[in-house]
């Protein structure tokens, strides 16, 4: 199914200023009124089904995305066809600056996703001459390179209780500057998706989650966990 674009001036529902949650987490929060304006009107408004591409990698990498709703899931394909995760965007995340001219990577809705699409040649111009969204898209840069970083060490020679507590850990962080704390951490990603984003298998990321839950460090409940020892589960995910 194709997804579907609101041009900003078309329909009141996606107006930034009134109906925007994340707007404070997003790339545009340091924005003026009069800029925010400029903004908006450069913005398409477009929903994306579950499982939906939102970009494909090394497709030409002409927009960027400003996520809204939802959770897209990123990864890049092996040359022997595996998938490899490499992370999971949440709303307020920013998407597709890509450092040539083609998409690096691939995003795909895991539920419904809404964006903030602009074409990347206006988009350039308008952040040229403004040294605070320059300096707001390096924060972002930033971020992004410390979660490859803590990617790398998740890859590493950890065991696989430890990779899924440091996952887990990590998941409910991100979580929790968008919703806030929380008791139970949501997980809309299934677990094919933690597996491929953590280096392993479906049946030892499933063994493991039993593990934790016999070990009582967590419970397994609808769409996710609830951490039972959150002392001994962040020094689990630290060891």
């Not at 991100?174 to 008791?183: H, P, Q, W």
């Not at 597996?195 to 397994?220: W, Y």
Request: aromatic share 8%; charged share 25%; net charge neutral.
């Amino acid at each position: 199914m194709p997804h579907l674009a609101f041009p900003n001036n078309s329909c009141e529902e996606f107006r930034c200023a009134t109906h925007c949650a994340v707007r404070p987490l997003a790339i545009c929060a340091e924005l003026n009124p009069v800029e925010h304006q400029e903004f908006e009107r450069m913005a398409q408004h477009v929903r994306y089904a579950p499982k939906e591409a939102l970009f494909s990698e090394d497709e030409i990498a002409d927009s960027v995305y400003s996520l809204t709703e939802g959770i897209a899931r990123l990864y890049k394909l092996l040359p022997d066809g595996r998938r490899q995760i490499i992370g999971f965007a949440l709303p307020g995340d920013f998407l597709g600056m890509a450092p040539t001219s083609r998409y690096s990577f691939s995003a795909d809705a895991i539920g419904t996703v809404v964006t903030c699409r602009f074409f990347k040649g206006p988009f350039t111009r308008f952040i040229e001459n403004k040294p605070h969204m320059l300096l707001r898209m390096n924060e972002f840069a930033t971020r992004e390179l410390g979660q490859a970083q803590d990617q790398m060490l998740l890859l590493g020679r950890r065991s696989a209780e430890e990779k899924v507590a440091a996952f887990l850990v990590g998941w409910r962080d991100r979580l929790a500057r968008v919703e806030g704390v929380t008791k139970t951490v949501m997980l809309p990603m299934g677990r094919q998706d933690i597996a491929d984003f953590l280096g392993l298998t479906i049946e030892t990321v499933s063994r493991t989650f039993t593990k934790l839950e016999r070990e009582k460090l967590i419970v397994i409940v609808p769409d996710g966990v609830r951490v039972l020892d959150p002392k001994r589960f962040d020094a689990l995910a630290a060891a």
